[in-house]
């Protein structure tokens, strides 16, 4: 038998509609739980309680210009109205009811939730670009620099050559070869890129595989970080005495995050970074953020506190105080948006929508470089309509935020890696970001070239002015010789620069041995060596050492190279004989070999 239930005809097995009230019978009253106060002690206490676990997890600042903080305080008034509800047995009607009732028993937490809302909006309102277009424009102070001048040209051990994907492939790499750690942690995805030992190097931290993982190790925490030195390609595992205990991939109290709230629970945090001090002591550079526009406008940072990643040990520096060995207290991306402010409100809020004149912004994509002991974020400067070329380019210290702009027209990153990999489409290479060197004066592009495995297996120059010059190399000496050469068949340069400088140049220490075998071969129009010396290769070409043609294998000669990595050879700077050289033909003596 089908049942319409909702026929209004059908009464029901006993005349009656179960599931309606019959009209005019009055709805059953709820009754209140205690006594007024008991029952607001009760709703102060649920309330309470679940503030606590709230706070524990999701970490709000306790901070006027954190919007987290707001969701907190209105969840709350929210709480403590549906206990309100629940245990004063509320007997109203519609939207009406449920007003007039908060009205009488929830008066302080409404009052609350309408002030935090009128705060909000209030502040909000302050922060408004339209009106506050100069306060944005001078959140970052940008000076004009000499770009010959005031960046020196580095030496072949000091350009790093690794982005952080192909850092990443040879940290897990490493990882893989430690039986004793590679089924318990994997390798974090920090890999922040420092100057440690005057060297660009990227370092990280383990993190636990999984919770079971955790559970197992967390008594010791992490054993070890990862250095991956950027010019060498090596990977370095540090092994600590004592395990890293306060990291981001922990839980619980010793959770960085959470560690940091309960310490200093009204700042707001920036993404902390893994960094090492000069004697390799772990530790975490968390920038406190604050907004200095409005209440929620101008994002800035005024200081960090560091973190002992072992020990907990932490202490809060302003920026001016902030030690040297630090190198990550402003972010790129942070960077990045004041300039783009500082660029865009130049001539005021208006004329960034019409006219738009001297509006300028940052190009997609940054990368780092060292100067001195610090580290600088890179990027390029463009004008606001869409092109494919810069008006010049920044460079931001990433400790101190200080800024200058280099009026270098030319074209912007993504159009050089077209041109680096147009080179040598043949092999089908993908161009890392550039980094932006300064060659023979020429603001140069830097790019690394890597197969379909992400290997690094060449090296590109884009000069930033004429992209059109672009030299490729197995090594960055071989590559920086060729687009040297090329500067100056293109009249950019002058004879004495088209040569590499050896006072700029990291040589390696001059070695002494056997020629065991020599081979050559004509690549690009240059006929090259490769000598076997010691079970070493070395390489070089005849037109820049013509020494190279008058050797023989069983020659004792001494070579020096320039100090760079890639290829299958050590790039030759200079070759002379140690000993008489042999007569042409002459076989190396079995035992000599």
């Known amino acids: 038998m089908n049942i319409n239930w909702n026929d209004p005809n059908f009464q029901g097995f006993k005349g009656q509609n179960p599931f309606q009230r019959p009209e005019g019978q009055p709805r059953k009253t709820r009754k209140a739980i205690g006594t007024p106060f008991g029952r607001t002690v009760l709703n102060l206490a649920v309330t309470l309680v679940f503030a606590a676990v709230y706070f524990y997890v999701a970490l709000p600042a306790i901070n006027l210009k954190s919007p987290d903080f707001y969701a907190f305080v209105l969840l709350l008034c929210g709480v403590y109205a549906v206990c309100a509800i629940l245990t004063s047995g509320f007997q109203g009607n519609g939207a009406k009811g449920y007003f007039k009732f908060l009205k009488k028993q929830c008066l302080i937490p409404l009052l609350l939730a309408a002030a935090m809302v009128v705060i909000a909006l209030v502040g909000s309102a302050l922060g408004w670009q339209v009106f506050r277009a100069a306060a944005y424009r001078d959140l970052l102070t940008v000076e004009n620099g000499d770009f010959a001048a005031e960046v020196e040209e580095i030496s ?39 100057n440690y030992k005057g060297r660009p190097v990227r370092v990280t931290t383990l993190q636990y595989g999984d919770v079971i993982k955790w559970l197992n190790n967390r008594k010791d925490g992490l054993p070890a970080y990862l250095i991956i030195d950027m010019v060498t390609q090596n990977v370095e595992v540090v092994r600590l005495e004592e395990g890293i205990r306060y990291t981001t991939a922990e839980h619980f109290n010793r959770n960085l995050y959470r560690y940091l709230r309960f310490q200093y629970p009204t700042f707001i945090f920036d993404e902390p970074a893994f960094e090492i001090d000069e004697e390799g002591r772990p530790w975490w550079v968390c920038p406190r953020i604050d907004r200095t526009i409005g209440l929620f406008g101008g994002t800035d940072i005024t200081g960090a506190v560091l973190v002992n990643a072992v020990t907990g040990e932490n202490a809060y520096y302003d920026v001016a105080d902030i030690p040297t060995w630090v190198d990550h207290v402003f972010t790129a991306e942070l960077i990045i948006q004041q300039y783009d402010y500082h660029g865009t409100y130049i001539n005021g809020f208006w ?115 004429q992209y059109q010059i672009v030299a490729t190399g ?60 010691d079970g070493v290769w070395y390489t070089g070409k005849a037109v820049d050492t013509p020494e190279l043609i008058l050797l023989n294998v069983g020659d004792v000669v001494t070579v020096r190279c320039y100090a760079a990595a890639g290829g299958i050879a050590q790039p030759i700077y200079s070759v002379a004989y140690a000993d008489a050289p042999s007569p042409a033909g002459e076989q190396i003596p079995e035992e000599t070999a």
């Not at 790499?173 to 420092?194: C, H, P």
């Not at 800024?403 to 290479?429: C, H, I, L, N």
């Open 351 to 465: 004329n960034s929508l019409f006219g738009q004149r001297e509006v300028t912004v940052t190009t997609d994509g940054y990368n780092y470089i060292a100067i001195g002991d610090d580290v600088y974020m890179y990027t390029g400067v463009t004008s606001v309509v869409s092109d494919e070329s810069n008006v010049g380019f920044i460079l931001s210290n990433q400790r101190t935020k200080e800024t200058r702009f280099y009026a270098v027209a030319g074209a912007e990153e993504y159009s050089a890696m077209d041109s680096a990999k147009g080179q040598v489409q043949q092999m089908k290479y993908t161009a890392t970001f550039p980094l932006l060197l300064n060659v023979a004066e020429q603001p140069t592009y830097f790019m690394a070239l890597k197969d379909a495995a992400g290997l690094v297996k060449m090296y590109a120059m884009v000069n930033v002015s």
């Open 156 to 194: 072949f051990d000091q350009i790093p050559m690794l982005d952080k994907d192909s850092a990443a492939k040879l940290g897990n790499r490493k990882l893989g070869e430690l039986a004793d750690m590679v089924s318990q942690f994997e390798v974090a995805d920090n890999y922040t890129q420092i």
């Open 474 to 533: 197995a090594t960055v000496a071989e590559c920086e010789s060729n687009y040297r050469q090329m500067l100056l068949n293109g009249g950019l340069i002058q004879p004495e620069d088209s040569t590499l400088p050896e006072e700029q140049l990291a040589l390696t220490d001059a070695h002494t041995g056997v020629i065991t075998d020599i081979r050559s071969a004509v690549m690009e129009g240059n006929t090259c060596y490769y000598l076997r010396i």
